[in-house]
Nanobody
Framework: VQLQASGGGLVQAGGSLRLSCAAS????????MGWFRQAPGKEREFVTAISWRGGTTIYADSAKGRFTISRDNTKNTLYLQMNSLKPEDTAVYYC?????????????????WGQGTQVTVSS
C-alpha cells in the first residue's frame, strides 16, 4: 500500500490549503482514514479521521471549525481542507489508512502511512 500526500506549501495566516492523499496498491474504501501532523520538536498528533463511507468524522479540538476531512472512494483519495490557518498549524501532515472501518484518533489503529507533506503558515 502506498499513500501519497500532496498539497502542502507556504501560506499566510488566515489562508487556506487543501491536502490530498492518493492511495494505491490497496482499495482503502473499506477502511477509515485519517490525518495526523508533527511539528518540529513535538510528537505526532491526531488531526482528523473519517469512517470508511464518510458518514462519521472526528476532529481534534484544534481542527474543529477550520478543517474538513472528506474522501472520494471512487478515486481512492482522501482530502483535508484547511481554512483559517494559524502559525501553530505548521507541521508535516501525514495521511494514514486504518485497519478499522470506524474513525479513530489513535495512531496504533492505522496500518499504513504516507510520507507526509509540509505545511508552513507564516504570521
Amino acid at each position: 500500500v502506498q499513500l501519497q500526500a500532496s498539497g502542502g506549501g507556504l501560506v499566510q495566516a488566515g489562508g487556506s490549503l487543501r491536502l490530498s492523499c492518493a492511495a494505491s496498491g490497496r482499495t482503502v474504501s473499506s477502511y477509515a482514514m485519517g490525518w495526523f501532523r508533527q511539528a518540529p520538536g513535538k510528537e505526532r498528533e491526531f488531526v482528523t479521521a473519517i469512517s470508511w463511507r464518510g458518514g462519521t468524522t472526528i476532529y481534534a479540538d484544534s481542527a474543529k471549525g477550520r478543517f474538513t476531512i472528506s474522501r472520494d472512494n471512487t478515486k481512492n483519495t482522501l482530502y483535508l481542507q484547511m481554512n483559517s490557518l494559524k502559525p501553530e498549524d505548521t507541521a508535516v501532515y501525514y495521511c494514514a489508512s486504518s485497519s478499522l472501518s470506524t474513525a479513530s484518533m489513535w495512531g496504533h489503529n492505522y496500518a499504513y502511512w504516507g510520507q507526509g507533506t509540509q505545511v508552513t503558515v507564516s504570521s
